[in-house]
């Protein structure tokens, strides 16, 4: 075999994208000593989004102090690049893993602490800023984002609504501070999530209970956002709230669209068109990719199905180690997928295959290779 690309998401809880890509591209290279293995680290918009691009396109991080969802101070980091591009993480500001358990309520939570973030790249003269909105902990319609830039929602009594319970009395929109930021450069919200801003699809719906919104909070927000979606609609004389992707990251998008022409874009073509991974492609007879859990849910626009689909159409096999194989798993063959192989062996407890991740990636992944190279009857490429 010539060469091997391995192109894994993180696996979410226990190792990083460069982690696990690493794991894998190491037994490759102990079973295959003849091939070129290639290691591309990847993300879909939500946690390991800088990891994925900041080595590979020679990026340099910035620093800010910021929030995170319980408005805590945070120093955070975010990526800047030579063209003058920087990109930002919601999940390193606004993220559920920021939070403990009993912490998450999107009620209560903010994302006035990621709008600091933008707000730094946009003085420090970023364009296009690119932010990823996966992992967040917020169903705030953006709102506590927009006021950090200027762009605040108020309610009867003048009060600015910076989170999830305000949304519902929300009275009217005070952009003057905005227009006075100027900005004129680009903002590229990233997203793997096609879902609109309201109604059984919506932010509130879909995502607020793994927020930690009970059904009657999850019944207020969705009322709160489509409130807001009314307010901004008015104001901006456009309709959004049915656009794809609006209900990404609790709404976060909103607002930036209707008053700064910020855009939405899916996060996993971003980044491979980035890295170049078509060119990359060209040659490889096997690709491999990966994440924490593979059911369902990857086929629909995750990162390994986007990396799936592009391989298979470039001729080479693919295979597909995570940590577990859920229900729905078997529907990445569709996609061009000939390989399925789940790294926690079957009677493991999660925790203890949490915390043993890597030996468990390590050991599939070397027994994977082996079965490649001893079965000569297996056509790599397809």
């Known amino acids: 075999m010539k060469k091997i690309v391995i192109a894994t998401d993180s696996f979410k809880g226990s190792l990083s994208a460069p982690e696990a890509c690493a794991i894998i591209a190491r037994q490759a290279e102990l079973i295959f000593p003849e091939a070129e293995v290639v290691r591309l680290p990847i993300s ?98 953006g709102t506590g984002a927009a006021a950090a830039l200027g762009l605040s929602f108020h309610n009867e009594n003048g009060e600015v609504v910076l989170s999830g319970e305000g949304l519902e009395q929300i009275q009217s929109i005070d952009s003057r501070k905005l227009s006075e930021l100027n900005y004129t450069g680009k903002i590229i919200f990233l997203t793997d999530v096609t879902n609109p801003l309201c109604g059984p699809n919506g932010a509130a719906a879909v995502f607020g209970p793994q927020k930690g919104a009970t059904p009657e909070q999850v019944a207020r927000l969705n009322r709160g956002l489509e409130n807001l979606a009314e307010r901004i609609e008015q104001e ?120 043993n991740a890597a030996e468990n990636l390590e050991r599939a992944a070397y027994d994977y290779f082996c079965r490649l190279n001893a079965d000569q009857s297996i056509q790599l490429k397809n």
């Not at 020679?58 to 063209?83: H, I, M, S, T």
């Not at 946009?122 to 319609?141: H, M, R």
């Not at 159409?313 to 569709?334: D, K, Q, T």
């Open 44 to 141: 879909d918009g939500g946690d390991g989004l800088i990891d994925a691009l900041l080595g590979q396109l020679n990026g340099v991080e910035g620093w800010v102090e910021a929030e995170d969802p319980l408005g805590r101070p945070k120093q955070v980091r975010y990526a800047v690049f030579k063209d003058g591009s920087a990109l930002i993480e919601m999940a390193g500001t606004g993220g559920l893993t920021l939070l403990k358990a009993h912490e998450c309520n999107p009620m209560r939570t903010s994302t006035y602490g990621v709008g600091l973030v933008i707000l730094n790249a946009i003085k420090n003269d970023a364009n296009p800023i690119y932010v990823g909105l996966g992992g967040s902990a917020t169903v705030d319609g």
């Open 236 to 355: 901006a004389g456009i309709q959004l709230r049915d656009v794809p992707g609006m209900g990404a990251a609790g709404g976060f998008a909103l607002p930036f669209v209707a008053f700064m022409r910020a855009e939405i874009r899916r996060g996993i073509d971003f980044v491979l068109d980035s890295i170049n991974f078509d060119q990359i492609l060209i040659g490889a007879e096997l690709v491999v990719t990966g994440e924490g859990r593979t059911d369902a849910q990857s086929t629909m626009g995750k990162a390994i199905s986007a990396v799936a689909a592009r391989a298979s159409a470039a001729g080479a096999r693919v295979g597909v180690i995570s940590g577990s194989l859920g229900p729905g798993s078997e529907r990445m063959f569709n996609l061009g997928v000939k390989d399925l192989v789940q790294a926690m062996p079957d009677g493991q407890s999660l925790q203890y295959a949490m915390e």
